[in-house]
């Protein structure tokens, strides 16, 4: 089958929708399937080029079997209303363009965030009379209300519109939460045209590993018990909670929080930690994705975190998938939901209310200190890491776009629970 996929996001940038898009798509193309993705020279989340790339109209690289289109857009850092908007209307623009001059796919599929990708998939199957496939990583514009970078308007209705039109005119929606599908139902969707696909980990990629001596010795890291937050410094995240949850354990010399990647919020975190004098948090810099697992190997416990909004409590963070995997504890701070639903299920770590630094230093003491319940915890979350596998999911979703390319349409991923 031929698969024409839309996303703003890819390798070698790192964040969620770009690794997961790539992941499943290697498994793709391992079958036999033949794959285009067109996205953006990669800029994210600063909004700067990476080393070696250029913003160039049209540029084509093949990366691991995967035949990979990337147009010019106007590139914005992942902050603001107005420059992050030209962002993606500008790749909305370049990537129809690019899309109606490929060889003709048997399905279109498109992932949001960000959104305007999903509606370029949307146009180009409209023009071209292909089965278009939603994959609904974010509820937006629900997620932009959640973390402040707009707020309700008529325009955000406008946007509210599109989205319902999106949902109800592609061939299958494939969510990656049960309680995003719940959402679209109560909304007027079909249930029968959406499917649930969840977030997974690549178990090859991500195994048990020992502390890596040269990170750790060059990161002072030795003989601390590490928690650790591996991915963006957005503006969803709220990070702050685990600044002020650092500073209540000023005390504790052997506890140290590592925070690695990059993101908008990155500076002003860092110039908090410095003003507070937090030595007991330690910031690297961004990491290709394949030093992931030596920046995992550093961490006792993973921190999972997200802004405490109810918009929040639908969404499942894909790093708690890569922490089970490498085989470590989750310390989680998010609304009640799904996420925390697993978490529990798989017994793989302890959650705590979101923006409560006294519940996330308070759990944070007991993991470090309490050597059998961490033990517990690690066993539980390694031995829950095959139910999340990225194959398994990478083939439930090859069948959504199977179905839809042959008509069939319907709910065909992980039914709800």
């Not at 109606?100 to 990708?117: C, D, G, M, Y």
């Not at 010795?217 to 991915?231: D, P, S, T």
């Amino acid at each position: 089958m031929r698969i024409l996929f839309i996303t703003e996001n890819f390798p070698p940038e790192t964040n969620a929708a770009a690794t997961r898009v790539f992941e499943r798509a290697l498994y793709w193309v391992k079958d036999g399937h033949n794959v285009t993705v067109i996205t953006s020279a990669p800029n994210f989340p600063q909004g700067k080029l990476h080393d070696g790339w250029k913003n160039k109209w049209y540029q084509t690289e093949f990366r691991e079997g995967i035949r990979v289109v990337r147009v010019k857009t106007y590139i914005s850092a992942n902050r603001g209303t107005v420059r992050r908007l030209l962002d993606f209307l500008s790749f909305l623009i370049t990537a129809f363009i690019a899309g109606l001059f490929e060889k003709r796919p048997n399905v279109i599929a498109a992932t949001s965030p960000q959104f305007f990708a999903a509606v370029c998939g949307c146009a180009l199957g409209g023009v071209r009379r292909i089965p278009f496939v939603f994959e609904l990583g974010d509820l937006w514009p629900a997620s932009i209300i959640a973390v402040g970078a707009m707020r309700p308007s008529f325009y955000l209705r406008l946007l509210e519109k599109l989205e319902l039109f999106l949902y109800r005119h592609s061939a299958c929606v494939a969510a990656l939460t049960h309680a995003f599908k719940k959402n679209l139902i109560e909304r007027g969707v079909a249930a029968g045209k959406i499917s649930v696909v969840i977030n997974g980990v690549d178990l090859w990629r991500y195994s048990p590993q020992s502390r890596d001596k040269d990170l750790a010795q060059e990161w002072n890291l030795e003989n601390k018990f590490v928690f650790g937050y591996v991915g963006t410094h957005g503006m969803a995240h709220g990070l702050t909670n685990i600044l002020d949850a650092a500073e209540l354990l000023k005390d504790r010399d052997d506890i140290r929080f590592l925070l690695a990647g990059d993101g908008v919020e990155r500076a002003s975190l860092i110039v908090c930690a410095e003003k507070s004098q937090l030595k007991n948090v330690v910031f690297l810099p961004p990491q290709p994705k394949e030093m992931m697992p030596k920046i995992w190997s550093l961490c006792d416990v993973a921190l999972v975190h997200l802004k405490n909004s109810p918009a929040f409590a639908e969404v499942i963070p894909s790093k708690m998938f890569e922490a089970m995997g490498m085989g470590l504890p989750v310390l989680m701070a998010l609304p009640k939901g799904e996420a925390t639903e697993i978490l529990e299920l798989d017994g793989a770590g302890i959650s705590v209310l979101p923006e409560n630094p006294k519940a996330l230093a308070d759990a944070a003491r007991k993991l470090c200190d309490d050597k059998a319940l961490l033990k517990k915890l690690q066993d539980q979350s390694l031995a829950a890491a095959p139910l999340h596998s990225r194959e398994k999911q990478a083939r439930q979703m090859i069948d959504v776009l199977i179905a839809a390319a042959e008509g069939r349409g319907g709910s065909v991923g992980k039914s709800a629970p």
